[in-house]
């Protein structure tokens, strides 16, 4: 049923909470796996080095809970391919999905409610109205 899942990453116990429920289903379907952290540039940059800038600092940053994802894959016999990409979490989820032909999409969620969510906003509702295939929630136990 799945072949391609794309996992949204962040080193959070919410992500790796994703990440666990995507890997029980890459080894019932035999899929394979792609972890993503994403650099929310600016909306306004002045320069592409500015951007380059921000890339490579994200890349830096979550080069840590990128290489855990790894390990924890590998601990269940998965080799997973991780990256960090640019541009707001949704969208880019989204379209890397659509371009690169991923069959399904999971994120781990924060359960943010009443006016947290209104300010805040929600990455995981953005990427369900968005996503041109299904898309797995992972809900943590509080």
Do not use: W
């Not at 890339?55 to 601990?75: P, R, S, T």
């Not at 997973?80 to 999409?105: K, R």
Request: glycine content about 8%; some cysteine.
């Amino acid at each position: 049923m799945f072949k391609k899942i794309l996992v949204g990453y962040d080193g959070s116990p919410f992500a790796k909470n994703a990440l666990n429920a995507a890997l029980d289903l890459a080894k019932k379907y035999g899929a394979q796996i792609t972890v993503i952290a994403v650099a929310h540039v600016p909306d306004f940059a002045e320069t592409k080095d500015e951007v380059d800038g921000v890339l490579e600092d994200a890349k830096n940053f979550f080069a840590k809970a990128l290489e855990e994802a790894q390990k924890l894959a590998a601990g269940e016999g998965i080799t997973v391919t991780t990256n960090v990409v640019p541009g707001h979490p949704a969208e880019a989820l989204v379209n890397l999905a659509e371009e690169e032909g991923y069959d399904l999409i999971v994120l781990g969620a924060r359960g943010l409610s009443g006016i947290k969510r209104y300010l805040l906003g929600s990455v995981s509702e953005a990427v369900v109205r968005l996503a041109h295939c299904p898309v797995l929630i992972v809900k943590s136990k509080k």
